[in-house]
């Protein structure tokens, strides 16, 4: 990748008045924070330093970008008042589906949590162990535990319903409301490319919240800030067509993921990738894709959502999906400028390069999942059957 990381941390120059070519945004935001946080967390946290009259900053990315470190308040919610609140905050309206495709196995969901320790006096959390953290999230940590039941390894993302309730994510959500989407979402899905939700506990007597999920050993494909030259063709090509695969099937079941990215492809020990992260992802109805709220990751955001109006979520995907797709070829971003609306300009403008020794399937795959236009952008069923993606595999199933 290139020389700066997505996991430094920087600084928000102050505000200048200046010419925006493509989105009203009157705030400039380091690199880093174009690599490794969402559009939504490096405006919130410019807003609210803004307020206070101080610079913004963000902590370290580690897992998946952090939330800003201040968070905004709506109404007061009170450690002990949000501490029984759980997936019934949200009501109805995001209340799980408990409908269960055949072979499919239900996460299980626990209504009461026991702090203990081991004989060697090391945490456990019900029956898991705690072995060490992973890292940080958007509203939470992940840690590795052992569970006493099978031996097996699990990452557990430990939330604060507290600070979830007070968090505004847009004028009529909180950050709960994220959460517990992404836990109605990911209990409906079983895929092989997809990181597996087991178990949701829940206790109304406790201010946390915990999501158990499949621990996927390899990490992500770009450990660290990634290699100056990308992974290679035939790595990529295998990670594409698992990606493919479960992009396919999110869409078929009515899911946007949102923030496909190298970070939220995690390689498990067979060499595959499963997406992870889905914070931001959406279910829509009725064929309907439609959506307005502001994408994921600024490098990886399609031209269509720069412009601040509605776009398909489908395609946007398949934007994504080309961005990471070139990270991994060429170890390098397809459009980034120095600050949020630089890049959002080019974006937008800026053609596509593409090397000259480029292989000429390759380039015609990149060319056409970067296509600026949304309607002749690739479709996913188009990528499962390019000429590059099946050579030596066949069409993506």
Request: proline share 5%.
């Amino acid at each position: 990748m290139e020389s700066d990381c997505a996991g430094c941390c920087g600084l928000f120059p102050k505000r200048k008045k200046e010419s925006k070519p493509v989105l009203h945004i009157d705030k400039h935001y380091s690199k880093e924070h174009l690599l490794g946080f969402t559009v939504e967390e490096v405006e919130k946290a410019a807003q609210t330093a803004s307020k206070k009259g101080v610079k913004a900053t963000l902590p370290i990315h580690q897992y998946r970008p952090p939330y800003c470190n201040t968070p905004i308040p709506s109404t007061d919610v009170s450690r002990s008042s949000a501490s029984q609140l759980g997936s019934s905050y949200i009501g109805a309206q995001y209340e799980t589906s408990n409908e269960i495709r055949p072979g499919q196995r239900p996460a299980k969901v626990t209504h009461r949590v026991v702090r203990s320790e081991d004989a060697q006096g090391n945490k456990m959390i019900n029956e898991y162990v705690r072995v060490r953290k992973i890292g940080i999230g958007s509203y939470g940590k992940v840690v590795l535990h052992r569970s006493l039941e099978d031996g097996m390894f699990y990452a557990l993302k430990i939330f604060h319903k507290s600070r979830l309730c007070k968090l505004r994510v847009s004028p009529s959500e909180t950050a709960m409301m994220d959460v517990l989407r992404e836990v109605m979402i990911m209990k409906q899905l079983d895929h092989p490319n997809i990181v597996k939700l087991i178990e949701v506990i829940d206790d109304p007597e406790s201010d946390n919240y915990y999501m158990v999920l499949e621990y996927v050993e390899g990490g992500w494909i770009f450990e660290g800030c990634g290699p100056s030259g990308g992974i290679g063709e035939a790595n990529a090509r295998v990670y594409c067509r698992d990606v493919v695969a479960g992009l396919m099937y999110l869409h078929k079941n009515n899911i946007i993921h949102g923030d496909i990215k190298p970070e939220n492809l995690l390689v498990s020990a067979d060499g595959h990738i499963k997406i992870c992260d889905f914070g931001v992802s959406r279910k829509f109805e009725d064929g309907n894709d439609e959506l307005r709220r502001s994408p994921g990751t600024p490098v990886y955001t399609a031209p269509e959502c720069c412009l601040g109006l509605t776009y398909h979520g489908k395609a946007a995907d398949v934007w994504a999906l080309g961005c990471t797709l070139y990270c991994m070829v060429l170890g390098s971003y397809p459009f980034k400028g120095d600050n949020l609306q630089s890049t959002y300009d080019k974006i937008v403008n800026d053609s596509l390069y593409i090397p000259d020794h480029m292989e000429p399937d390759l380039a015609d795959l990149l060319t056409g999942l970067l296509c600026k236009d949304a309607c002749k952008r690739l479709t996913l069923e188009a990528v499962a059957n390019h000429l590059w993606v099946v050579r030596g595999y066949g069409p993506v199933q």
